[in-house]
Protein backbone atom coordinates (compact mmCIF):
# COMPACT_ATOMS: atom_id res chain seq x y z
CA UNK A 1 0.00 0.00 0.00
CA UNK A 2 1.54 3.59 -0.74
CA UNK A 3 0.41 7.25 0.00
CA UNK A 4 0.13 10.05 -2.77
CA UNK A 5 -0.69 13.36 -2.08
CA UNK A 6 -1.63 16.01 -5.29
CA UNK A 7 -0.15 19.72 -4.62
CA UNK A 8 2.06 22.33 -6.05
CA UNK A 9 4.50 21.50 -3.66
CA UNK A 10 3.68 17.73 -2.17
CA UNK A 11 4.84 16.72 1.20
CA UNK A 12 5.64 13.39 2.58
CA UNK A 13 2.61 12.32 4.98
CA UNK A 14 2.94 9.72 7.78
CA UNK A 15 0.34 7.43 7.62
CA UNK A 16 0.77 3.66 10.04
CA UNK A 17 -1.70 1.11 9.52
CA UNK A 18 -0.96 -1.90 10.98
CA UNK A 19 2.14 -0.74 12.69
CA UNK A 20 3.69 -0.17 9.21
CA UNK A 21 4.05 3.38 7.49
CA UNK A 22 2.71 3.54 3.74
CA UNK A 23 5.10 4.40 1.00
CA UNK A 24 4.76 8.22 -0.29
CA UNK A 25 4.96 7.80 -3.94
CA UNK A 26 5.07 10.39 -6.57
CA UNK A 27 2.72 8.58 -8.75
CA UNK A 28 0.77 4.97 -9.34
CA UNK A 29 -1.21 3.16 -11.50
CA UNK A 30 -4.71 1.90 -10.93
CA UNK A 31 -7.06 0.46 -13.13
CA UNK A 32 -5.03 1.32 -16.39
CA UNK A 33 -4.71 5.52 -15.33
CA UNK A 34 -1.92 6.71 -14.05
CA UNK A 35 -2.81 9.41 -10.62
CA UNK A 36 0.78 11.76 -10.44
CA UNK A 37 1.13 14.16 -7.34
CA UNK A 38 0.66 17.31 -9.81
CA UNK A 39 -2.79 15.68 -11.19
CA UNK A 40 -1.88 16.73 -14.32
CA UNK A 41 -2.64 14.06 -16.91
CA UNK A 42 0.20 14.30 -19.12
CA UNK A 43 2.03 11.08 -17.98
CA UNK A 44 -1.10 8.79 -18.74
CA UNK A 45 -1.46 10.23 -22.19
CA UNK A 46 2.41 9.43 -22.68
CA UNK A 47 2.34 6.15 -21.63
CA UNK A 48 -1.12 5.05 -23.75
CA UNK A 49 0.36 6.30 -26.55
CA UNK A 50 3.38 4.44 -26.17
CA UNK A 51 1.06 1.24 -25.72
CA UNK A 52 -0.87 1.74 -28.48
CA UNK A 53 2.21 2.48 -30.77
CA UNK A 54 3.42 -0.82 -29.57
CA UNK A 55 -0.04 -2.40 -30.52
CA UNK A 56 0.16 -0.79 -34.01
CA UNK A 57 3.73 -1.97 -34.60
CA UNK A 58 2.60 -5.49 -33.29
CA UNK A 59 -0.21 -5.64 -36.06
CA UNK A 60 1.62 -3.84 -38.79
CA UNK A 61 1.22 -5.68 -41.80
CA UNK A 62 -2.08 -5.27 -41.00
CA UNK A 63 -2.52 -1.87 -41.01
CA UNK A 64 -0.17 -1.54 -44.08
CA UNK A 65 -1.43 -4.02 -46.66
CA UNK A 66 -3.49 -3.77 -49.89
CA UNK A 67 -6.36 -3.89 -47.94
CA UNK A 68 -8.50 -0.57 -48.75
CA UNK A 69 -7.68 2.81 -47.35
CA UNK A 70 -11.03 3.06 -45.58
CA UNK A 71 -10.98 -0.52 -43.97
CA UNK A 72 -7.36 -0.18 -42.53
CA UNK A 73 -8.46 3.37 -40.67
CA UNK A 74 -11.23 1.54 -39.15
CA UNK A 75 -8.76 -1.04 -38.05
CA UNK A 76 -6.71 1.35 -36.64
CA UNK A 77 -9.01 3.28 -34.78
CA UNK A 78 -10.99 -0.08 -33.22
CA UNK A 79 -7.82 -2.08 -32.37
CA UNK A 80 -4.89 1.07 -31.89
CA UNK A 81 -6.83 4.60 -31.06
CA UNK A 82 -9.03 2.59 -28.50
CA UNK A 83 -5.48 1.46 -26.49
CA UNK A 84 -4.46 5.69 -26.59
CA UNK A 85 -7.65 7.04 -25.79
CA UNK A 86 -8.67 4.78 -22.56
CA UNK A 87 -9.68 7.14 -19.72
CA UNK A 88 -9.75 10.29 -22.21
CA UNK A 89 -13.01 11.16 -20.19
CA UNK A 90 -11.79 12.27 -17.49
CA UNK A 91 -8.77 13.90 -18.99
CA UNK A 92 -8.06 17.79 -18.93
CA UNK A 93 -5.74 18.47 -21.51
CA UNK A 94 -3.28 21.14 -21.88
CA UNK A 95 -1.91 22.26 -24.96
CA UNK A 96 1.34 20.14 -24.51
CA UNK A 97 -1.18 17.27 -24.55
CA UNK A 98 -3.34 18.51 -27.12
CA UNK A 99 0.20 18.47 -29.29
CA UNK A 100 0.78 14.64 -28.33
CA UNK A 101 -2.34 13.77 -29.20
CA UNK A 102 -2.53 15.17 -32.64
CA UNK A 103 1.29 13.54 -33.17
CA UNK A 104 0.34 10.35 -32.57
CA UNK A 105 -2.28 10.91 -35.18
CA UNK A 106 -0.10 11.91 -37.89
CA UNK A 107 2.14 8.79 -36.74
CA UNK A 108 -0.96 6.57 -37.17
CA UNK A 109 -1.48 8.28 -40.90
CA UNK A 110 2.38 8.13 -41.78
CA UNK A 111 2.90 4.51 -40.71
CA UNK A 112 0.01 3.28 -43.03
CA UNK A 113 1.07 5.01 -45.95
CA UNK A 114 4.48 3.99 -45.22
CA UNK A 115 5.70 7.35 -45.26
CA UNK A 116 8.62 8.08 -44.10
CA UNK A 117 10.03 11.38 -42.14
CA UNK A 118 12.71 11.75 -43.99
CA UNK A 119 10.53 11.53 -46.89
CA UNK A 120 10.38 15.56 -45.92
CA UNK A 121 6.27 14.97 -46.61
CA UNK A 122 4.06 17.72 -45.13
CA UNK A 123 1.33 16.94 -42.67
CA UNK A 124 -1.47 18.48 -44.57
CA UNK A 125 -0.29 15.97 -47.73
CA UNK A 126 -0.64 12.73 -45.91
CA UNK A 127 -4.08 13.98 -44.77
CA UNK A 128 -4.56 14.17 -48.32
CA UNK A 129 -3.66 10.61 -48.65
CA UNK A 130 -5.44 9.28 -46.53
CA UNK A 131 -8.46 11.25 -47.23
CA UNK A 132 -8.84 12.24 -43.37
CA UNK A 133 -8.80 14.72 -41.17
CA UNK A 134 -7.32 15.49 -37.79
CA UNK A 135 -10.46 14.19 -35.55
CA UNK A 136 -8.51 12.60 -32.18
CA UNK A 137 -9.73 15.95 -30.25
CA UNK A 138 -13.01 15.46 -31.41
CA UNK A 139 -13.03 12.17 -30.35
CA UNK A 140 -12.16 12.66 -27.16
CA UNK A 141 -14.51 15.78 -26.67
CA UNK A 142 -17.12 13.46 -27.79
CA UNK A 143 -17.06 10.44 -25.40
CA UNK A 144 -16.13 13.47 -22.50
CA UNK A 145 -19.64 14.91 -23.04
CA UNK A 146 -20.68 11.36 -23.25
CA UNK A 147 -19.67 10.33 -19.83
CA UNK A 148 -20.48 13.71 -18.25
CA UNK A 149 -23.64 14.15 -19.38
CA UNK A 150 -24.57 10.60 -17.77
CA UNK A 151 -22.97 12.10 -14.63
CA UNK A 152 -24.89 14.94 -14.24
CA UNK A 153 -28.22 13.44 -15.06
CA UNK A 154 -27.94 11.14 -12.03
CA UNK A 155 -27.71 11.81 -8.05
CA UNK A 156 -24.56 9.56 -7.72
CA UNK A 157 -21.30 9.93 -5.74
CA UNK A 158 -19.39 11.12 -9.14
CA UNK A 159 -21.68 13.95 -9.18
CA UNK A 160 -21.28 15.20 -6.25
CA UNK A 161 -17.78 15.09 -6.36
CA UNK A 162 -17.76 17.00 -9.85
CA UNK A 163 -19.80 19.73 -7.87
CA UNK A 164 -18.06 19.49 -4.70
CA UNK A 165 -15.77 22.38 -3.43
CA UNK A 166 -12.89 22.19 -1.15
CA UNK A 167 -12.96 24.41 1.84
CA UNK A 168 -10.16 26.80 3.43
CA UNK A 169 -8.33 29.71 0.76
CA UNK A 170 -5.92 29.13 -2.13
CA UNK A 171 -2.63 30.25 -0.20
CA UNK A 172 -0.79 33.11 -2.77
CA UNK A 173 2.44 32.31 -3.67
CA UNK A 174 2.74 34.76 -6.30
CA UNK A 175 2.79 32.53 -9.28
CA UNK A 176 1.88 33.92 -12.21
CA UNK A 177 0.23 33.02 -15.53
CA UNK A 178 -3.20 31.53 -16.24
CA UNK A 179 -5.60 29.31 -14.01
CA UNK A 180 -5.26 25.72 -14.30
CA UNK A 181 -7.69 23.75 -16.96
CA UNK A 182 -10.62 22.23 -14.71
CA UNK A 183 -12.32 18.52 -15.90
CA UNK A 184 -14.96 20.93 -17.49
CA UNK A 185 -13.93 24.06 -19.14
CA UNK A 186 -13.72 22.20 -22.84
CA UNK A 187 -17.14 22.27 -22.22
CA UNK A 188 -18.26 24.78 -20.36
CA UNK A 189 -19.66 28.20 -22.64
CA UNK A 190 -20.16 31.66 -20.96
CA UNK A 191 -23.08 30.56 -19.16
CA UNK A 192 -21.30 28.43 -16.86
CA UNK A 193 -21.75 25.13 -15.34
CA UNK A 194 -25.67 25.71 -14.03
CA UNK A 195 -26.14 26.21 -17.75
CA UNK A 196 -24.40 23.17 -18.82
CA UNK A 197 -26.00 21.28 -15.97
CA UNK A 198 -29.17 22.04 -17.33
CA UNK A 199 -28.66 21.24 -21.16
CA UNK A 200 -27.13 17.56 -19.60
CA UNK A 201 -30.85 17.07 -17.87
CA UNK A 202 -31.90 17.12 -21.11
CA UNK A 203 -30.92 14.07 -23.17
CA UNK A 204 -31.59 15.06 -26.67
CA UNK A 205 -30.63 18.62 -25.90
CA UNK A 206 -27.60 17.35 -24.92
CA UNK A 207 -26.69 14.89 -28.28
CA UNK A 208 -27.59 17.86 -30.26
CA UNK A 209 -24.73 20.15 -28.35
CA UNK A 210 -22.05 18.11 -28.33
CA UNK A 211 -22.70 15.37 -30.93
CA UNK A 212 -20.89 14.50 -34.09
CA UNK A 213 -20.20 18.11 -35.02
CA UNK A 214 -18.20 18.94 -31.80
CA UNK A 215 -14.66 21.40 -31.75
CA UNK A 216 -11.64 20.65 -30.60
CA UNK A 217 -11.11 20.05 -26.80
CA UNK A 218 -8.60 22.86 -26.64
CA UNK A 219 -8.30 25.64 -28.97
CA UNK A 220 -5.97 25.78 -31.72
CA UNK A 221 -2.56 27.39 -31.33
CA UNK A 222 -1.33 29.51 -33.97
CA UNK A 223 0.85 27.84 -36.48
Not at 70 to 75: A, G, P, S, T
Request: charged share 35%; net charge positive; aromatic share 6%.
Amino acid sequence: MVVRTISRQPLPVKIIIGQKQLENVKSFKYLGSISTNDGRCTCEIKCSIAMAKAAFNKKRTLFTTTLELELRKKLVKCYVWSIALYGAETWTLRAMDQKHLESFEMWCCRRMEKISWTGHVRNEDVLLRVKEKRNILREIRKRKAKWIGHILRRNCILQRVTEGKIQGRIEMTGRQGRRRRKLLDDLKERRGYSHLKEKALDRTMWRARFGKGVGPVVKQTAK
